[in-house]
């Protein structure tokens, strides 16, 4: 079979093996932290707020680690970090007035920090402060 029907033949399977990881990290989350749906507020696009975070500086966002990155209902930016001050699931929303808030997610149902009314040239500053900023590093 010629490599490109080969490649086409094992995308779907791909896709499908993704979506059920996908689908068992949703419910562990929803199992273990059974707020998140309170925390978020409203639907925006979570792949702009995935790009803000990559392109203002892409070593911040490297040095944080992440390596799952989850869109959870449109409503929430779910990633998973490992970082030195923090490691696990980090939870950015979009709230009414138009700001980020982010929450850091630890154990089960705790909320081990918050920051509210981020605009969107601050967050991934204050994001890195709380995962992974020490106070001997210079930028």
Known sequence: MPPNKKGLVEQPFKRQVRMNLIL???TKLNK?????ETLCQRDFDVQDTLNLLIMT?????MSWGVERKISYKGKGLLLYVNG?????WVLVV???NDTYSFYLL???KE???EEHELYFDVIQQRLDIAIEKQS????
């Not at 273990?32 to 998140?36: A, Q, R, V």
């Not at 030195?84 to 696990?88: N, S």
Request: charged residues 10%; proline residues 0%; hydrophobic residues 40%.
């Open 57 to 61: 500086n892409g070593s911040i966002y």
């Open 106 to 108: 630890e154990g089960t």
């Open 136 to 139: 001997n590093y210079n930028f």
């Open 24 to 26: 068992i990290i949703m």
């Open 94 to 96: 979009l709230a009414w």
């Open 111 to 113: 909320i081990k920090h």
């Open 84 to 88: 030195h001050l923090h490691t696990g």
């Open 32 to 36: 273990n932290f059974d707020n998140i």
